[in-house]
């Protein structure tokens, strides 16, 4: 049917959803790039995805376990027993009155993902690692001004004028994840005189083009932002047109005796940043027509509530909120409910995931996902008994793997796992995969239909995209949308009355006047084009219970945390006596995060098209002080784990920290399997039973460690 | 002088790679099915070079390929006479057909640039993507670069639009047909 022509479609070869074309000839794909008409480019990744899409490795029938859990044994079954298995599991689970019970581990692709409709029909949740990726961003956002929280928000690089600051606090935008189309437009804009200023422990590619590279103490960004904001204050250089409108009134005065002793001097000894560049680039910011701030890994530590808090404080002192080149406050696309939707249950009641030991304390802060690394605790505490995962893969991305391998094998009395069915559906063989009971064949991008509008990421105008396969699937692989959609069929038909994923996204895209027939006639896009600025005008006002911006969280004055600590997060401040050196875990442009799809990809494994090596990185001036050579084999501890592996020295990253990229240890697949690299959350801690202080400041994150290097 | 060229602008190559798979996926280099990283033919690399010490560092980025020498050391070499320097283009060409893979142009290119088929016993390499340019097309590498760091066209009009840009030659690293150029300091 698409003989020797260029196909639009989206890829998935990470979260981003570029939008594409593919070139298929003789029924194969053979080329892929950026649709022009969305921005126009694609990275790597996606241009790999064919090896993902072709790999003999593909996963092409369902799978059930033969041995025990993280054996990884197992006999081909078919796909009516597959399903047979998931409806009888789900169905005792709900009788027994334990729906809530049931989690499923996924990125949503939408807010209306198939998947998640299912989950709401059985009463369950969904987690992802969301939450740790952003959740503190987008609550804090929230809670300040009220920003729809959407993923990442990050900041429309083409609209940044002339004299715009660009800010990259802890965050790697070169390596897309937005979309393929920000490394262009972070330079495009550098080449219109705006000024690019990375803020990171370690000197990458973003540093490397950057106007100036500040190297910062990891966690120290909410003290580095707070001694700005105290300095634009006392030498009243912010924007008091601005505050004086929006900002909700003693909110100012209470910033200002709040920032008295957050003096640039004081946050210096935090930050490790001089205090003469705190105050220089708080005069840059002042002076600039815009300022943007993006932060990820940053916000990732357990003070990552804190550094949102200061983030948006910032923002709103300088007046960057929804103008060009400041923060962008997008909307969503306005698609048509598919009626009746079932409700989705009550999280805070039944969700499994304040289990730390501050539980009531952390009952404060409120996530709308569960996160996944509270899946091993939840089971260890019996609230989580079925559990599927689409597009994860917990066990590299779970924060103390080990805790989670634990309780993936943990049984009780009788000898049954305490976890009773965990489904996983996979491309190509996953680590997670070997603790599955079931492992169900799933589509790559190429092979499935998919309606795209979030404003996920960098889609920020309302947008959508259709994802339409553009060759035959392999194997018996089904997508993990239409197997949901089939179980929901079975289970809850009055949900699921609509015929099949193509009809659910008809009728949703009949909101904006659309069909799927209508989009593939217009290329696979819509788009109003508009983005809008400073929307909070023609509202006149901002979506927070006020109205107005708020600064001082005053729902979180119980516990102490109604303005930001500038504290550096609690992994980092104790033990450094024993553990001297800060883990600095990083993501790279060629793998999707843990992503077995990428792990499994000859061609992002392969040291000329991608990365072969997962070394630590030591700066020379500590690698000399513990006697190591290059290329020595080290012991790195932490106070919960333990790896070997070789020693890299570069002058690209600050004394005092380790360097090590997240998402190698994969054991599974030929190709993921070659050499000893290691999986950063060997080394950090469980989250369920080694939260404390970071379940108050730190929303749900914490994917760093202090460590220790021995020969 | 008749010689269209690359020309790859070291302040916006960010080393992503993305050109490399492309022109792989475009050439058919790659065995999806089989392949196993170390294995694959490719006609670019990313090479990068980082100077100074923590915390003044500098770090440049760019794209290697065939270099479409003035005097191709590897025409020199075949004794097959495999490879030509087009007239009209300046693009060398290996031609598969009359390769019998003595892989002596291999050895003789200094830039490492030329990959070899074991299977067909021939050797190939980036050909500037002839069968494009002379349709009005650009190189894969060029269409596809992530950053916009490459550009295409007749080395003399390249020249005068990096000029233009305020951009300098780096002279040790154009000697041959392919320019790289970056903004001073
Ligand atoms: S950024 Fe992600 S979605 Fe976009 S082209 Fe790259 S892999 Fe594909
Ligand atoms: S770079 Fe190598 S292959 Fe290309 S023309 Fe020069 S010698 Fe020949
Ligand atoms: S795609 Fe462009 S930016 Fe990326 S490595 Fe190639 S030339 Fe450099």
Known sequence: ?711 | MKQLSIMVDLDRCIGCKTCIVACRNHYGLVDHEKSMPGTMSHYLRVESQCTGSYPNLKEDYWVVMCQHCKKPPCIKACEAGAIHKDVQTGIVLIDKNTCVGAKKCIEKCPYEVIQFDAARTYAHKCSLCYDRVIHGQEPVCVEVCLADALSFGEREILLMHADAAGKKVVKKMSTQSILYVKSPG
């Not at chain 1, 793997?401 to 996953?430: C, H, N, Q």
């Not at chain 1, 790559?444 to 553009?470: D, I, K, S």
């Open chain 1, 1 to 711: 049917m698409h003989e020797n022509k260029w196909i639009p479609t989206v890829c998935y070869q990470c979260k981003a959803e570029c939008a594409i074309l593919a070139r298929v000839e003789d029924g194969v794909v053979r080329e892929v790039k950026g649709n022009p008409r969305a921005r126009g480019k694609m990275c790597v990744k996606g241009m790999a995805g064919i090896t993902t899409l072709y790999s003999q490795e593909r996963l092409k029938k369902p799978l059930l376990r033969v041995g025990e859990r993280g054996e990884g044994k197992f006999k081909e079954i078919g796909w009516d027993e597959a399903m047979g298995i998931m409806e009888k599991k789900l169905r005792e689970l709900m009788k027994r009155g334990e729906g809530h019970k049931f989690t499923y581990s996924m990125f949503p692709h939408s807010t209306t993902d198939p998947k998640w409709r299912f989950v709401n029909a059985v009463g369950g949740f969904i987690s992802t690692g969301l939450p740790h990726c952003d959740s503190a961003k987008i609550m804090a956002h929230l809670h300040t001004f009220g920003c729809f929280p959407n993923h990442h928000i990050a900041p429309m690089y083409y609209t940044v004028p002339r004299g715009g600051i660009m800010i990259l606090s802890g965050r790697h935008p070169f390596g897309c994840l937005d979309d393929a189309c920000v490394p262009k437009h972070i330079l495009d804009a550098k080449e219109r005189g705006a000024k690019l200023i990375v803020i990171d422990p370690i000197f990458r590619t973003e540093a490397s083009k950057a106007d100036w590279w500040i190297p910062i103490k990891p966690g120290g960004d909410a003290a580095l932002f707070l001694g700005m904001a105290s300095h634009m204050l006392k030498k009243g250089i912010h924007n008091k047109a601005f505050c004086d409108k929006w900002v909700r009134e003693g909110d100012m005065e209470g910033l200002a005796a709040f920032l008295k002793d957050k003096t640039p001097e004081a946050m210096s000894t935090i930050c490790e940043v001089p205090a003469k560049d705190i105050i220089k680039l708080a005069e840059m910011c002042a002076k600039a027509p815009s300022v943007s701030i993006d932060a990820f890994k940053s916000i990732m530590y357990g003070n990552a509530m804190d550094w949102g808090h200061a983030w948006s404080i910032f923002l709103v002192i300088t007046g960057n909120l929804d103008n060009p080149g400041g923060q962008p406050l997008p909307e969503i696309a306005p698609m048509a409910p598919v009626k009746p939707a079932p409700p989705a249950p009550n999280l805070k009641e039944l969700g499994y995931h304040r289990t730390g030991p501050n539980r009531d304390k952390f009952n404060h802060y409120n996530f709308i996902l569960e996160p996944t690394w509270y899946a091993a605790q939840a089971v260890k505490e019996g609230n989580l008994k079925v559990f599927f995962a689409s597009e994860c893969n917990p066990a590299l991305s779970e924060m103390g793997s080990g805790e989670w391998r634990k309780a993936m094998t943990m049984k009780d009395k009788k000898g049954d796992y305490l976890l009773e069915l965990f489904v996983v559906t996979e491309i190509l063989p996953s680590e997670t995969m070997k603790w599955a009971d079931l492992v169900l064949p799933d589509q790559t991008n190429f092979e499935r239909w998919e309606l795209l509008y979030m404003p996920w990421w960098y889609n920020f105008g309302h947008t959508a995209a259709v994802c339409q396969p553009v060759v035959k699937p392999i194997g018996e692989s089904r997508h993990a949308n239409r197997v949901m959609i089939e179980l929901g069929k079975r289970m809850f038909p009055e949900f699921f009355a609509f015929k099949d994923d193509v009809e659910y996204y008809d009728i949703e895209l009949s909101g904006v006047g659309m069909s799927m027939q209508k989009m593939l006639d217009g290329g696979a896009l819509w788009s109003p084009g508009t983005v809008g600025f400073r929307k909070y005008e023609d509202a006149g006002k901002f979506n927070t219970g006020s109205g107005k911006i708020e600064l001082e969280w005053r729902m979180y004055a119980d516990i102490g945390q109604q303005w930001p600590s500038p504290e550096l997060p609690l992994e980092f401040r104790r033990d450094a006596d024993t553990y001297p050196f800060i883990l600095v875990n990083f993501r790279t442009i060629f793998l999707n995060n843990t992503g077995a799809w990428s792990q499994n990809n000859a061609q992002l494994r392969d040291s000329v098209s991608g990365l072969d090596a997962n070394p630590l990185l030591l700066n020379p001036i500590d690698a000399a002080r513990l006697g190591i050579a290059n290329g020595d084999t080290v012991t790195v501890e932490s106070s919960t784990g333990k790896v070997r592996i070789p020693v890299l020295f570069t002058e690209k990253i600050k004394p005092g920290c380790a360097g090590l990229i997240h998402g190698f240890g994969q054991t599974m697949g030929k190709v993921a399997s070659r050499g000893k690299w290691i999986s950063d959350n060997e080394l950090i801690a469980d989250a369920g039973s080694h939260l404390d202080e970071q379940d108050l400041r730190g929303g749900e994150a914490h994917v760093s460690t202090r460590v220790r290097i021995v020969k």
